[in-house]
Nanobody, 124 residues
Framework: QVQLVESGGGLVQAGGSLRLSCAAS????????MGWFRQAPGKEREFVAA????????NYAGSVKGRFTIDRDNAKHTMYLQMNGHKPEDTAVYYC?????????????????WGQGTQVTVSS
């Protein structure tokens, strides 16, 4: 079992930055691939970024590539999402998730564990 808790969301102006954190508990966390997803009102949950168990591989959605950076510190059982150059369309609830496989997957249905989400609101 892995428990995930997101933090760091809030209100930010367009062009600004936020850093999300995802704190994980559970002995097997460091062996899981991890991902960030987001869901805006009235829309489906969408993939944002994923990172391999050791941080050696990453994958990004086209809409955030070059603006967002995913990272993890297994010693601290924490994953991060550095978000720069915010756009109003980044407004959503952001979720972290853990995947017991080693493949970086973009389908939310493939992930096994989820946090409760943190709201990010970008004002124009």
């Amino acid at each position: 079992q892995v428990q995930l808790v997101e933090s760091g969301g809030g209100l930010v102006q367009a062009g600004g930055s936020l850093r999300l954190s995802c704190a994980a508990s559970g002995r097997t966390y460091s062996t899981y691939a991890m991902g960030w997803f987001r869901q805006a009102p009235g829309k489906e949950r969408e993939f944002v970024a994923a990172i391999s168990w050791n941080g050696g591989s990453t994958n990004y959605a086209g809409s955030v590539k070059g603006r967002f950076t995913i990272d993890r510190d297994n010693a601290k059982h924490t994953m991060y999402l550095q978000m720069n150059g915010h756009k109003p369309e980044d407004t959503a609830v952001y979720y972290c998730a853990a995947d017991r496989t080693v493949i970086l997957r973009t389908n939310p249905d493939a992930y096994d564990y989820w946090g409760q989400g943190t709201q990010v609101t970008v004002s124009s």
